[in-house]
């Protein structure tokens, strides 16, 4: 009996080392190449790497598993998300349109809405969840549709390959943000995505210790393209942060596996609590996209939101929560709670906000690696404190 060589566990802790093992010294782990230039044995011809921020071995080692991991012909490592979403951009050019999920990343939504102009090329925001409202909203100078599912902060599902459809027919490119999946859940260019892109700073590095990005294109063309815009533009991720990542990477299916089984029961937990007004995460099987998320995906993933009546319960929530650290970012070892109101969306305007779900008693909660009773027992102290606000400003006594 064999192997399964398409079980993406297996390949997260191989995919880094198959094809580089160092020759020399067996090392199992891709040795840090710090040299920024290369010795060149011929006068006219010259080897594989030249220059870092053409190409770099230890960066190539990190390029390739992600490839490898996402089906796709090409992985691309970027400074940052960001660099690798806004390269990607700039595959467009002045004079094409890009219709946008609306409640995107952002940091994404800033790049769009402050920087393309300058392109001169346009932009719509569309309801993605709503198929018939992307088909009308494809104008003849379309040439990307750009998909975040699930997204932030309410877990809002795109039908993937319904997008695609959409975008097949009218001779688009979709790109899609994978970084609440990451290809352990979530495989985009099966679904016949052109370009998918990845904060690594969130699962796949999975400590919040570096920021970086990724990105990988279902073809060769595509990959060129996308290559020659990094090296350009100059935002390569370094060598050592390039290693990290791939470490990182490798212990990927243990950690995202654990927390999502965390985050089914903290999720079920929520939804049980009487000051829990609203639950969003995919695995309830009332959340609206339940369905397609799951035919889509794999598994449900880490992230999840909740909402409590207002401003002042969050606060004693957020107060009397020992575990988690308060903080903007996912995706780590640690659990991670958000407030979106005044941290990821702080730049939306109220209405705005609250048209998006995102009140002032909503909070998000990345789930790490502790372990699950710990979580829940501090959750329960933290909404009991929660619940005496909310007794005192509402008047209610028992
Ligand atoms: C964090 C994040 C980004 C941006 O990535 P950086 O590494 O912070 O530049 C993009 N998309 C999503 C969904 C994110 O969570």
């Known amino acids: 009996m064999s192997f399964d060589k398409e079980r993406l566990e297996t390949k997260l802790i191989h995919a880094s080392t198959r094809g580089f093992t160092e020759q020399r010294t067996g090392a199992v782990n891709v040795p840090i190449y710090l040299s920024s230039t290369y010795h060149q044995d011929s006068f006219d011809e010259y080897g594989r790497f030249d220059y870092s921020r053409s190409g770099n071995p230890t960066r190539l080692a990190l390029e390739e598993t992600i490839a490898e991991l996402e089906g796709g012909a090409r992985g691309l490592a970027f400074a940052s998300g960001m660099s690798a979403i806004s390269s990607a951009f700039m595959l467009l050019s002045a004079g094409d349109h890009v219709l946008v999920s609306e409640d995107v990343y952002g940091g994404t939504y800033r790049f769009i809405t402050e920087m393309l102009n300058k392109f001169h090329i346009d932009y719509s925001f569309v309801n993605m969840t709503d198929l018939a409202e992307v ?185 009397n929560t020992k575990l988690p650290v308060f903080a903007v970012s996912l995706g780590a070892v640690e659990s991670i709670l958000s407030y979106p109101a005044k941290m990821s969306h702080a730049a939306m305007p109220k209405e705005e906000r609250e048209k998006r779900g995102i009140t002032d008693g909503l909070l998000r909660i990345s789930v790490g690696l502790e372990h699950i009773d710990d979580l829940i027992a501090d959750f329960s102290t933290a909404l009991q404190a929660a619940e005496k606000i909310q007794l005192q400003t509402t008047g209610v006594s028992n």
């Open 135 to 319: 088909a009308a909203s494809v104008r003849p100078n379309t040439k990307v549709i750009y998909i975040e599912t699930p997204s932030n902060p309410c877990l809002n599902i795109t039908d993937v390959e319904g997008v695609v459809k959409i975008a097949k027919a009218n001779g688009c490119l979709t790109f899609l943000d994978n970084t609440f999946m990451t290809p352990l859940y979530q495989n985009p260019i099966q679904l016949g995505v052109d370009v998918v892109l990845h904060s690594a700073t969130k699962f796949l590095s999975g400590h919040s210790d570096i920021i970086a990005g990724l990105a990988v294109t279902r073809t060769e063309e595509l990959g060129e393209k996308l290559a020659f815009i990094q090296n350009t533009f100059g935002s390569i991720l370094g060598a050592q942060d390039s290693y990290q990542l791939i470490q990182g990477i490798k212990t990927l299916g243990t950690r995202l596996n654990q927390s999502t089984a965390s985050a089914q029961k903290l999720a079920a937990h929520l939804a049980g609590h009487p000051l829990v007004e609203e639950v969003f995460y995919p695995g309830l099987v009332y959340h609206a996209g339940h369905s397609i998320h799951r035919r889509q995906t794999k598994g449900d993933g880490a992230v999840l939101s909740f909402r409590l009546p207002n401003r002042e319960t969050a606060k004693a929530f957020v107060d």
